[in-house]
C-alpha cells in the first residue's frame, strides 16, 4: 500500500529499485519506532538499516552484481564469499572444497577480470 500511496513521487529519470527501497527502510524503521522497544540494540539496528538503504549503497550493490555476473560461476563465488562477505581464503576453500592456493589464484584472475572490464588493470605482467 506504502509503494502505491507514493506512486506520484516516482521520477521516471532514476532507478525503480532506489525508489522502492526507501520506502521499504522508512516502513521497516516506522514499525521498529511503533513497536515502542527503545533500547540500544534498535537504534544500532536502524543506524544500520538506515546505512544499507541509501540510494548509493543500493547503486554499489547493483554495479558489484553486474561485474561479478559477468565472471564464472566459480569466480564469482570465491569473490563474494572472500571480498563481499568476509570470509578468509582457507574457509571458502573449505566450502568449495578447492585448495586455498587455486581459491587465490581464482580470486586474484576474477579481481583482474573486473579489473579489464573496468579499464584499470595492468596487463603487462
Not at 532514476?14 to 520506502?23: D, E, G, L, V
Not at 550493490?61 to 569466480?75: E, G, I, N, T, W
Not at 589464484?105 to 603487462?124: C, P, Q, T, W, Y
Amino acid at each position: 500500500m506504502a509503494v502505491h500511496s507514493r506512486r506520484i513521487t516516482y521520477d521516471r529519470e532514476r532507478p525503480f529499485t532506489a525508489w522502492f527501497f526507501k520506502i521499504a527502510k522508512y516502513k521497516l524503521i516506522d514499525h521498529f519506532r511503533a513497536s515502542d522497544r527503545k533500547n540500544g540494540v534498535e537504534v544500532a539496528l536502524l543506524d544500520e538499516i538506515a546505512a544499507e538503504f541509501r540510494e548509493e549503497a543500493l547503486f554499489a550493490h547493483l554495479d558489484v552484481d553486474r561485474l561479478l555476473d559477468q565472471l564464472p560461476a566459480k569466480q564469482q563465488e570465491l569473490l563474494r564469499q572472500v571480498k563481499i562477505a568476509g570470509k578468509t581464503t582457507a574457509e571458502a576453500a573449505a566450502d568449495t572444497g578447492q585448495s586455498e592456493v587455486m581459491v587465490r589464484v581464482s580470486i586474484h584472475r576474477g579481481m583482474r577480470a573486473i579489473g579489464r572490464k573496468l579499464g584499470f588493470a595492468n596487463d603487462e605482467d
